[in-house]
């Protein structure tokens, strides 16, 4: 059950109008990295949770949290559309709509789709997409991304503080890189928590028998690269972080293997081979004949 509050969680009115600045603030509403993003990746993770408890219901809430986030985004992008300028340009830069877009900087569709409304894109006017949430069902590698997904969206926002002088909008996205500092340890401090009471460990997931693995790749890092330095790291030599062995290092690959002749897939496909279209013509005859579907 849903039940919305109208309220926002902070207060913060722009100073002005901006439909340049509102384009650039879709990026943190509707982006790869932006607060759909998290609130429907928390949701997911929630729902789709195995077991319930301090987890679930911290899951739970912080998307609720991010759905707010998504309204005050929105808000703030209706205020900075409210009183901008339809876009009227003049005759010199009106008879070549390339200039103009160029000159315009704003997202057209604010106007003409939204009517002077916040859209859930980017800030190149890309639809949002469920493909950008990670839900895999396991708490290691979930809260792992979801402190992934809190870091990039934090770059995202202080990036955009300094794109702006307005106060009110300067205001809201100070509130927003503190949430976002907050929910970062959040999940690493969660993401360790699973890991000392052992619900899940590294490498994930736990549960595949360590057989399964070619142990010889298991810890050794292969530079593929003509940069030495990567030697010099602690991922080339010491305790891996799961302790279960040691790093080591191998400059470039040991093993390699012969490249497999081409596929020959199903002569009904018609992909182009080395066999004469005749041969091809008549392999594909006798499967039908063969009901060999």
Known sequence: MFFHRQELQFKSTPDKPDAVYARKLQEVLGGQYGEISVAMQYQFQAWNMHIPGKYRDLV??????????VEMLAVMIAQLLEKSPLGITDDAVQDDPTVAAVIGGTDVQHAIVAGAGARPVDSMGNPWQGSYITCSGNLLADFT????????GRVQAARLYHMTDDHGVRDLLSF????DTMHQNQ????????RAEGAEALPVP???PISKEHRAGSYQYI????????????????NTPDGKGEFTYLDGPDTSSPMPPPTHPDSRLYGTTELPNRVEKIAGAVQDKLHKE
């Open 176 to 179: 927003l890189l503190a949430r």
């Open 60 to 69: 739970f809430g912080i998307g609720a949290e991010e759905m707010g986030h």
């Open 187 to 194: 999940w690493i401090q969660a993401a360790a928590e699973v």
């Open 206 to 208: 736990r549960n595949v």
């Open 223 to 238: 530079n593929f690269s003509d940069g030495a330095a990567a030697a010099e790291g602690t991922w080339a030599s010491g």
């Open 145 to 152: 991304a979801n402190a992934n997904a809190e870091m990039q």
